[in-house]
């Protein structure tokens, strides 16, 4: 059993927004950086973004960079991840995880996992 969920997934078209959403029943995300990955179909998994424990420091990869935000609010044990301006490539299923270590992009970092939200963007 996933130990996290996302939700917020869904079909969009080019240039609009969605917000995934990740929380968990069986774990305190605020104990952990927290990062969100996607796969496409044929594709390896690829490093979305991570943000820290206290929301204090956040990185992403070249390709979401000033698209994608992501946020945290630990009273309400979920981690956010704002996308904008989606692009057909950004087609995927987006997993969150969650990690010991302080701002991972390496999924072997990662402990925990979701099962996944699909997002598709159509041109």
């Known amino acids: 059993q996933a130990q996290l969920v996302e939700s917020g997934g869904g079909l969009v078209q080019a240039g609009g927004s969605l917000r995934l959403s990740c929380t968990s029943s069986r774990r305190a995300l605020s104990l952990y950086a927290m990062g969100w990955f996607r796969q496409a179909p044929g594709k390896e998994r690829e490093f979305v973004g991570a943000?820290?424990?206290?929301?204090?420091?956040?990185t992403y990869a070249d390709s979401v960079k000033g698209r994608f935000t992501i946020s945290r609010d630990n009273a309400a044990n979920t981690v956010y991840l704002q996308m904008n301006s989606l692009k057909p490539e950004d087609t995927a299923t987006y997993f969150c995880?969650?990690?010991?270590?302080?701002?991972?992009?390496?999924?072997?970092?990662?402990?925990?996992w979701g099962q996944g939200t699909q997002v598709t963007v159509s041109s």
């Open positions: 995880a969650a990690s010991n270590f302080r701002l991972p992009t390496e999924g072997v970092s990662y402990t925990y």
């Open positions: 943000i820290t424990r206290t929301e204090n420091s956040s």
